[in-house]
Antibody, heavy 120, light 107 residues
Framework: EVQLVESGGGLVKPGGSLRLSCAAS????????MSWVRQAPGKGLEWVGR??????????DYAAPVKGRFTISRDDSKNTLYLQMNSLKTEDTAVYYC???????????WGQGTLVTVSS | DIQMTQSPSTLSASVGDRVTITCRAS??????LAWYQQKPGKAPKLLIY???SLESGVPSRFSGSGSGTEFTLTISSLQPDDFATYYC?????????FGQGTKVEIK
């Protein structure tokens, strides 16, 4: 069974940093592309970015609102995906979901989400 | 970016009603469209992929159609478990984009 478990959310001040983790199991993580999707309170879904598998280059793509501030990385030895968030803004307040990314496929698997609140 | 526009934003319906939600893309996405159902406090759940393919385990009252820029999600006979918010998503572009959501409420 595929499981994605996010952690690391919490309250942070504007301008601060936070690192989210996503522990993956039930599939071959090292072969998988992975994405982060967020949802602001009461709002819709927004893709944040993705990381390809190392065999596909391990490169990353980001949505315009987070490019230059957020960094996605992975540790295949730990089956873990990361989202490093710097220079946080109030508009980054959201539930952050870790998802599988089938590159050309829909989102089959989602984590339960972790809430990030950016507020002074 | 490809913009996805859903309508309506909110829909009030009764159990047993036939419900249709529309999603329009700002440019052609062929059939690279998915529909998700989300309930409060939960992650979205995949219902339909490739515009009209029903995900395994999803009731057959859900169906999708369309291609290019116009898509629809239809629930043939609304059930109590179907009151939720529905999102379309294009995965034609490497930058995924979602519709703003349609909340299906009890009439």
């Amino acid at each position: 069974e595929v499981q994605l478990v996010e952690s690391g959310g919490g309250l942070v001040k504007p301008g601060g940093s936070l690192r989210l983790s996503c522990a993956a199991s039930g599939f071959t993580f090292s072969n998988a592309w992975m994405s982060w999707v967020r949802q602001a309170p009461g709002k819709g879904l927004e893709w944040v970015g993705r990381i390809k598998s190392k065999t596909d280059g391990g490169t990353t793509d980001y949505a315009a609102p987070v490019k230059g501030r957020f960094t996605i990385s992975r540790d295949d030895s730990k089956n873990t995906l990361y989202l490093q968030m710097n220079s946080l803004k109030t508009e980054d307040t959201a539930v952050y979901y870790c998802t599988t990314d089938g590159h050309g496929e829909p989102i089959y698997f989602w984590g339960q989400g972790t809430l990030v609140t950016v507020s002074s | 970016d490809i913009q996805m526009t859903q309508s309506p934003s909110t829909l009030s319906a009764s159990v047993g009603d036939r419900v249709t939600i529309t999603c329009r893309a700002s440019q052609s996405i062929s059939s690279w469209l998915a529909w998700y159902q989300q309930k409060p406090g939960k992650a979205p759940k995949l219902l339909i992929y490739k515009a009209s393919s029903l995900e395994s385990g999803v009731p057959s009252r859900f169906s999708g159609s369309g291609s290019g820029t116009e898509f629809t999600l239809t629930i043939s006979s609304l059930q109590p478990d179907d009151f939720a918010t529905y999102y379309c998503q294009q995965y034609n572009s490497y930058q995924w984009t979602f519709g703003q959501g349609t909340k299906v409420e009890i009439k």
